[in-house]
């Protein structure tokens, strides 16, 4: 995206987005909040284009900075609120949470298949130990620890790929429930 394209309006939608966003309900964005929500990489060249435009904003009264726990965040003033009603349909980059989504989904079609051949494996292993009555306690433990790991990335995979609803941009997609952490693909490595 070319420095010229990041108008006050594109800001500012992006602002609103990120807010709306945020799982903790709260007004203010911080700056990567910011860069993620416009599609920008982080990075200097990115704040060199940036952190001018959001310096134009805060002098013309559009938005507001504040430290909040030491970090700096922006909010839309009043003025930046009309601002934004007036700009109408402003087309954003494809939101993080939707992108969440989207890489999870891929992830989920391409490694469920082993994932769940691993639980078969596993089975197969457990089976053997109990048809030799064999195995001491740790051989049982370990088993079921393996059989555990396992069987958490079938079932988080199976969520990201089949129960996982597409976020929308009106507000945060937070994974809740009884199973909090579904969404974390870190289990599957």
Not at 36 to 50: K, N, Y
Not at 160 to 174: F, H, I, K, Q, T
Request: net charge positive.
């Amino acid at each position: 995206m070319p420095g010229d394209e990041l108008t006050d309006d594109l800001i500012l939608a992006a602002m609103d987005r990120a807010r709306r966003h945020d799982e903790r309900r709260r007004s203010a964005v911080s700056y990567p909040a910011l860069v993620r929500h416009l599609g920008l990489p982080m990075g200097s060249a990115t704040g060199r284009r940036l952190r001018p435009r959001i310096r134009e904003l805060e002098a013309g009264g559009v938005i507001a900075a504040a430290k909040r726990h030491g970090v700096v965040v922006y909010e839309l003033t009043r003025r930046g609120e009309r601002r934004l009603r007036a700009s109408g349909t402003v087309v954003l980059p494809e939101s993080p949470q939707h992108i969440a989504w989207r890489v999870a989904q891929d992830a989920a079609a391409a490694g469920l298949g082993g994932f769940r051949e691993d639980v078969r494996v596993l089975l197969c292993e457990g089976e053997a130990l109990l048809a030799r009555d064999a195995g001491d306690s740790e051989d049982w433990f370990v088993l079921g620890e393996r059989l555990s790991r396992a069987c958490k990335r079938v079932g988080s995979a199976t969520h990201c790929l089949r129960e996982w609803v597409e976020p929308g941009d009106d507000s945060a997609d937070v994974d809740d429930g009884p199973r909090r952490g579904r969404r974390n693909m870190r289990l599957w490595s």
